[in-house]
């Protein structure tokens, strides 16, 4: 029986796909927090790992917290790139299967058009930097590794910005969301199915991924679609970024091409308005 790690397991996409694990009993699942792999001690991490011998890694976990992350560098790159790192070279060293989770703030957002695995990398904040080396670091210390770029992400487990709006929504009368920043958010039990397609699948091609739901929207468009699916009176309105100033510089434009993911894995990817209206339900 091949054994899973999923670490950050209690984020929004370790919860799901542990919801999912479920269906799949074949698999030993090895879920982990914080506390059975600490990615910001890597003398630890490197013990952990020797200690759960898994055969195949979903490393779900990383430092998000966006805005912290200006004044917390040294602790955003021990995670997200030297963990990752370690994490890699040794999924090298024992043949292990590896699927990386990074973002679309590798990005420095000023495409226009739809941003595929190849387009340029230029992150504008300590985050996306330290993402960004985390994946090189990935691929050079195990080029076998699968690295899935995503955005928005949102789900019914953690703290996400349909959840915020969805609470914001029942308490005001009136909010204003940003309408300048595009991409398109991604249901986290999508991008989970993805995954363990992948793992299913008869064949395992290395390299970077996109994944997000389509469809090309603002966080205002994507607000004004929950207002609607709850059945909210609060009045919403649009802002450019500029009004709603963060110590975290945001991509203007990180819309994710997915056609490599759908081609090579046959992936159904939901348009975001259908995998929206599962959150309601």
């Known amino acids: 029986m091949k054994k899973i790690l999923v670490t950050g397991s209690s984020g929004q996409l370790g919860s799901e796909i542990a919801v999912l694990s479920e269906s ?29 011998q898994p055969d195949i890694i979903l490393n ?12 917390e560098k040294e602790l955003a790159f021990r995670v997200n790139h030297l963990a990752i790192e370690l994490i890699a070279r040794y999924t090298a060293e024992n043949d292990v299967s590896l699927i990386h989770v990074s973002t679309d703030y590798v990005f420095d957002g000023t495409s226009s058009i739809a941003l595929s695995e190849d387009s340029e990398t230029n992150p504008i904040n300590v985050y996306g930097e330290s993402k960004l080396a985390g994946e090189i670091a990935c691929l050079k210390e195990n080029p076998n590794s699968i690295i899935i770029r995503t955005s928005w992400v949102y789900s019914k487990f953690g703290n996400n910005f349909v959840k915020t709006m969805q609470r914001l929504m029942q308490e005001r009368d009136e909010i204003n969301v940003v309408n ?18 992948i793992i299913e699948s008869s064949k395992w091609i290395p390299g970077i991924y996109n994944f997000s739901n389509e469809g090309e929207i603002s966080w205002y468009e994507f607000a004004l679609a929950i207002k609607v699916l709850g059945d909210y009176k609060c009045n919403v309105g649009g802002i450019p970024t500029s009004a ?7 991509p203007k434009f990180s819309l994710l091409n997915k056609e490599k993911i759908k081609s090579i894995y046959n992936l159904d990817v939901p348009d975001y308005r259908d ?6 339900v």
Do not use: H
């Open 24 to 52: 799949y009993p074949k698999y030993e699942w090895i879920f982990a927090d914080r506390t059975k792999i600490t990615l910001n001690d890597l003398d630890i991490l490197q013990i952990q790992l020797k200690d759960i």
């Open 60 to 71: 779900c976990g990383a430092y998000t917290a966006v805005d912290k992350a200006e004044t």
């Open 180 to 197: 300048d920043q595009i991409g398109s958010p991604t249901y986290a039990t999508d991008l989970a199915i993805a995954m363990i397609d």
């Open 244 to 250: 709603y100033p963060t110590p975290a510089k945001r």
């Open 275 to 280: 995998s929206l209206k599962k959150m309601f």
